[in-house]
């Protein structure tokens, strides 16, 4: 079996457009069913989604699949992915799902599992599903009419959320005095990211929490940081928070209205807790796209930055490989492991304020312990992902351009795993020098991978 379904983050696409279509859905249902069914007991199963219209569709199709299969189904509505992980564990379920296309529009949607101890799944339980959704022959084992599944809504799923995430911060802590600005993308995060800031003692000031099935991440969340640099700045705020649509990862804005990405976010938290002797063996893992000011920054304070793969399951796996318990993506997702087995751009919001509250100084003051060196990163839309290395022209390209940088800055050229993307990252000392890189190695990939 070749084909694939899941990407580095679960099954997306556009919506009605194979494979995010009710019948593969459906399989899926059965497929994880089967797969995650063990012995007679009563099995269960939490199902999340964010705001998106379609996700009526998914929900339906996957909780048929489920239930036919001998899954207890417990519906939850609109929630943030990592609230799934979460209640999987809260709940003792056999098996988390999460229906978002996270950051993408509207028309996309998507599907990805978590198991019991709220990881997502491992290529072979990824592979082995697969396998049983795509095979036109499949004789499913349906277990008997009397152990068919229920569904039942889960009406106090917020407040759950709520409370763990409180629970996360040092007793008796508020942000009384504190503005903020939440932009929660119409997305997941609507209607708890807002009560918890709240009820922490904050003035927020709210973004994006209407939505309509249509305007996820429209022009609004972590894609568009400069909506709230914008707000900040005319409300005077303390800092800004941009959160996707599924709320798995998070873009802070400081009091000047400066955007500040994930790596700044990890700089800053992961020597708060080495100053506390809370990071063992003062490791921090990130991927290969974060800026290599990071890894300097952690080798000068004596830690060591290890590097994945692109995904925050990547960091995930070598987080729990290498003991380490903080790690992240220059996108936002940021793993704080002590309290969460997957990003999670809320948790990591109050981890920011925590630092600030107990620091008593300025996001400013704290983002400038460590300047970035200049990074571009461009998409190009590719008709077929062909191996770089297939590919002479781009191999050529790409040595002319670590050539240039003599060894004072990195090169990496990947492809998207959830779109028909190739990406350019190029980094170094001299802004003027790696943005001309960027566009010459984006030019050789448009040109030579039509």
Known sequence: MTQKLFGTDGLRGQVNIYPMVPEIALRLGLAAGTYFRNGHKRHRVVIGKDTRLSGYV????????????????????????????????????????????????????????????????????EEAITQMVLDPDMEWNYPPFEEVG??????????????????????????????????????????????????????????????????????CGSLYPEVVAHHVREHGA????????????LIVVDETGRVLDGDQI?????????????????????????NMALELFMKDHGGTLLRTPVGDRHVVEAMRREGAVFGGEQSGHLIFY???????????????????????????????????L???????????????DDVDAVIQAKKTAEAKLDGRGRVLLRYSGTESVARVMVEGENRDLVEE??????????TNLK
């Open 238 to 249: 303390d800092l800004g928070l941009a959160l996707d649509g599924d709320a798995d990862r």
């Open 150 to 219: 229920r569904a039942r809504k889960i009406a106090d799923s917020p407040g759950r959320y709520i409370v763990f995430l409180k629970n996360s911060l040092p007793e008796h802590m508020t942000f009384d005095g504190m503005k903020v600005v939440l932009d929660c993308a119409h997305g997941a995060a609507y209607r708890v990211a807002p009560p918890i800031f709240e009820e922490l003692g904050a003035e927020v000031i709210k973004i994006g929490t209407d939505p309509n099935g249509l305007n996820i991440n429209d022009k």
């Open 266 to 290: 990890m700089a800053m938290c992961a020597l708060d807790m080495m100053e506390r002797n809370e990071l063992p063996g003062k490791r921090l893992v990130a991927t290969v796209m974060s």
């Open 437 to 446: 890189l960027a566009q010459y190695l984006a030019e050789t990939l448009r």
């Open 58 to 125: 998914f929900e339906t199709a996957l909780t048929s699949g489920l239930c036919a299969a001998g899954m207890d189904v417990f519906l939850v509505g609109p929630m943030p992915t990592p609230a799934i992980s979460f209640l999987t564990r809260n709940m003792r379920a056999d098996l988390g799902v999460v229906i978002s296309a996270s950051h993408n529009p509207f028309m996309d949607n998507g599907i990805k599992f978590f198991d019991n101890d709220g990881f997502k799944l491992p290529n072979e339980a």
């Open 374 to 388: 200049p990074q571009v990163l461009l998409n190009v839309h590719v008709e077929r992902k062909i191996p770089f």
């Open 338 to 372: 002590r309290y969460a087995t997957t990003g999670d751009g809320i948790l990591a919001a109050l981890q920011l304020m925590r630092l600030m509250t107990l620091k008593e100084k300025r996001l400013s003051e704290l983002a400038a312990l460590m300047d970035l």
